[in-house]
């Protein structure tokens, strides 16, 4: 889950907060089913509070059942853009037990406990590249039996 620290890390560690969020607006069509369908699977009082913590007004208490929801409109139409138009392009998250920031940069977050060990990394893949293949012309070059890698993954899946 993006909005707990890592399992392990803290416990009661959900959910994580937005600070210093500069948030933007991108537009996306409508559709009525889509959010009644992904109302289902969140939790709304850390929608409203995380909705709040950027700016965003508007959003009841409480979520009105969904026959009553499917009826508003209104209210469907801004959980629309709260839920999929709103996006944080740079800011924290923050931990409410320990404290600890994930910052937010081009609206992702950095989940990982150091940043820097994933630069480390990405600057030694980027030398050790596969000796300049591609990977679709290694995924398709011929082993020592004649076969793709391809072909050779799919008889092992058939097996």
Do not use: W
Request: charged letters at 30%.
């Amino acid at each position: 889950r993006i909005t707990s620290c890592r399992k392990g890390h803290a416990p009661d560690s959900f959910p994580l907060r937005i600070e210093g969020a500069k948030v933007a607006m991108e537009p996306i069509e409508y559709d009525e089913n889509q959010i009644l369908h992904l109302l289902d699977r969140v939790d709304y009082g850390v929608l409203r509070d995380a909705a709040q913590s950027v700016g965003v007004e508007g959003l009841p208490m409480e979520l009105p059942t969904i026959s009553k929801l499917s009826k508003d409109t209104k209210l469907l139409k801004r959980l629309h853009s709260t839920l999929l138009e709103v996006r944080i392009q740079s800011g924290h998250l923050v931990c409410p037990k320990t404290g600890k920031r994930f910052a937010i940069r081009n609206s992702v977050p950095n989940m990982l406990k150091d940043e820097e060990p994933v630069q480390k990394t990405l600057a030694v893949d980027e030398t050790n590249s596969h000796s300049g293949e591609r990977d679709e012309e290694r995924c398709s070059s011929n082993n020592a039996s004649g076969e793709t890698m391809a072909e050779k993954d799919q008889s092992a899946m058939i097996t």
